[in-house]
């Protein structure tokens, strides 16, 4: 055999350049033979076919401002329904006067988000303190009033936007920490918690959200004794809570169930109690784990939020299409469920977003 | 008085008629064994024969079901008070290092002693870097395990266990997930360690290190101690078979 021994040490040399620029890119991906250049020229002919009109009804030709129906001239879409009614599609019934109310809780709660979310401001603690427990008191003083001054607004005026997005905040709040704690309970290794945790689990799970919308306001006050009432609203919440978290419970579980036997072991053996290893060592994996899990249930809460209909709840949707159906506007239903896919799209791709984000920053790896 | 404490030393871990199964599996079979303080005991058999298990029963992390285990004057049954106890004066340390992959190599080694031991940050900080200076890699605190190489990784999960300051010292298999090139890296450091009067067991098949530090060395088989005795002894004049057989094995190619 001959031997072989280097003289040199080979230097580190930078990876060959692969950026060509977009010319090169489709002349390579979309135009390398006959057929495929047909294929493409074909695709795009049918994308613009669709495209141009949509465009044209939506936009070029759209009525825009107006005050009645008779404003909509030009035979394109008329975003007159929408600007008549964006306070209805904004807040429902909630009354004039106290709109500066919702619009101050919005303020609050988007300032409070930035500061969550922005990585650069400082004093993070004590933004999730006020995230927690200060920001909900204000949000319920100031939409429910009957304090401090402000006029009383009950539950049943408010409606739309708001109302959607009080049902899909505190479900998620709400049913995230229970999710946690359901996920523990059917892992523990105490007999009784854990069937305690399953029937829970499975029971709810086992349902349709619209069955429990419909029992808690229709089946419950028949079992509460007579003068006993329940504000409709939280009905409704716990009632979306209880069936969030059992799905949340699952998708926790999953991550719990990823995380090496190891890593309990050394938490263990380094003298952490249950609570102290789940708290710093189990759960942050696990979440980071199923964090597209979590995502998908939370967007899936929101849309799912639009089902409070049923029990007599004015939601986004439920407001548009209160809209459409009045006699001065029959006709329009295009823009309205447009315009409720678009507010709809804007939040889901936003939470969306956000958890790639986490994601990223979480990586501890190369 | 310090002649009667050398006279009579301390017991610091103590099993007595020891039997634990996995189902059917009878895994250790009447298992008795004192280690004194400042002992060092390198525990060694073949695959499946208990040896894991065994020293993972005196941190509870099994539980043995017949039998009595005293660690540190402290009976283990299942008050979790006395598990807790034991399990701040036991450092263990894994095979797979399991360090908290989402830590940093510092919050790592701070972590038990702020929520165990209720130590301030500042003070727990500078105790792991002190033994992340002993374990020489203190210019990785503030990386994250995953950016190590597997020598440094259970470097750092030695000095995770000693941030603990624990009086006992457990060992399973912590070189056998490694390359051959940094099974030297950590045997150095348990050698250190070993040198500075520390109690430990080691389950280990680095039969350097057994003959340059353990005090005895026992050898298990089928969940029982088949033979104990001095490393000088054991691999020069293995009395047992069985043991006669193990060595020969791992010694002959």
């Not at chain 1, 499975?202 to 028949?222: A, C, K, N, Y």
């Not at chain 1, 609570?275 to 710093?280: D, E, L, R, T, V």
């Not at chain 2, 088989?221 to 002894?233: L, V, Y």
Request: aromatic share 10%; net charge neutral; charged share 15%.
């Amino acid at each position: 055999m001959q031997a072989f021994i280097t003289r040199e040490t080979l230097p580190s040399l930078p990876p060959p350049n692969t950026i060509k620029g977009p010319m090169a890119w489709m002349r390579q991906n979309l135009f390398s033979s006959v057929g495929n250049t047909i294929v493409t020229v074909v695709i795009v002919l049918a994308i613009l076919s669709a495209l141009i009109p949509f465009i044209n009804w939506a936009f070029i030709k759209a009525d825009w401002i107006g005050t009645s129906r008779e404003d909509c001239t030009s035979g394109g879409a008329c975003w007159v329904f929408v600007y008549v009614h964006l306070k209805l599609f904004m807040v429902g019934l909630y009354p004039e006067s106290e709109v500066w109310r919702t619009l101050l809780v919005g303020a609050i709660l988007v300032v409070t988000l930035a500061g969550l979310m922005i990585k650069a401001v400082p004093f993070k603690k004590y933004i999730q303190i006020f995230a927690i427990i200060v920001f909900p008191v204000i949000a319920f003083i100031l939409l429910s009033g009957d304090s401090f001054g402000l006029p009383h607004v009950e539950t049943n005026f408010w409606g739309g936007l708001l109302l959607t997005l009080v049902i899909a905040i505190v479900g998620i709040v709400a049913a995230f920490p229970l999710g946690i704690l359901l996920a523990l309970g059917r892992r523990s290794s105490m007999p009784i918690v854990k069937a305690i945790c399953v029937v829970f689990i499975e029971v709810w799970r086992g349902v349709p959200l619209i069955t429990v919308l419909f029992m808690s306001s229709v089946m419950l006050p028949l079992f509460l004794p007579e003068g006993m009432e329940i504000n409709k609203l939280l009905r409704a919440l716990v009632g979306i809570t209880l069936f969030q978290s059992a799905y949340l419970a699952e998708v926790v579980r999953s991550g719990l169930q990823a995380i090496p036997k190891g890593q309990y072991e050394a938490a263990n053996a380094l003298g952490l109690t249950y609570w102290q290893g789940m708290y710093k060592v189990i759960l942050p994996q696990a979440l980071k784990i199923v964090i597209p899990g979590i995502v998908n249930s939370f967007i899936s809460l929101f849309k799912d939020t639009s089902l409070v209909l049923i029990i007599g709840l004015f939601d986004l949707l439920a407001t548009i299409q209160g809209a459409f159906a009045s006699p001065k506007w029959l006709g329009y239903a295009i823009e309205g469920y447009l315009f409720a896919a678009l507010v709809y799209w804007i939040f889901c791709f936003s939470m969306s977003r956000y958890s790639q984000h986490v994601e990223r920053s979480l990586k501890t790896t190369h | 008085m310090e002649t009667a404490t050398q006279t009579k030393p301390e017991i610091a871990v103590s099993l007595r008629d020891v039997n634990k199964w996995y189902g059917e599996f009878h895994v250790l079979k009447n298992v008795n064994l004192d280690v004194e303080r400042g002992q060092r005991i390198v525990i060694c058999g073949p695959s499946g024969s208990g040896k894991s298990t065994m020293i993972r029963c005196i941190n509870r992390l099994e539980e043995h079901q017949a039998g009595q285990i005293i660690v540190d004057g402290i009976e283990l049954n299942n008050d979790l008070k006395n598990i807790d106890q034991i399990r701040r004066e036991v450092g263990m340390v894994f095979q797979h290092f399991n360090l908290f992959p989402h830590l940093t190599v510092l919050e790592n080694c701070c972590l038990a002693p702020m929520w165990v031991r209720k130590i301030p940050r500042k003070e727990a900080e500078a105790t792991a870097m002190e033994y992340l200076e002993r374990v020489k890699i203190p210019h990785q605190a503030k990386k994250f395990p995953g950016q190590l190489s597997g020598g440094q990784q259970q470097r750092v999960a030695i000095a995770r266990s000693l941030c603990m300051k624990p009086r006992i010292m457990l060992f399973d298999e912590p070189t056998s997930a490694l390359d051959p090139e940094m099974i030297k890296e950590v045997l150095d450091t348990m050698i250190e360690l070993a040198e500075s009067g520390m109690t430990m067991l080691c389950v280990t098949h680095e039969m350097g290190f057994a003959k340059t530090v353990a005090d005895s060395v026992i050898f298990m088989d089928a969940g029982q101690i088949i033979e104990m005795n001095t490393p000088d002894e054991f691999f020069n004049h293995p009395q047992h078979e069985r043991s006669k057989l193990f060595l020969s094995q791992i010694l002959g190619h």
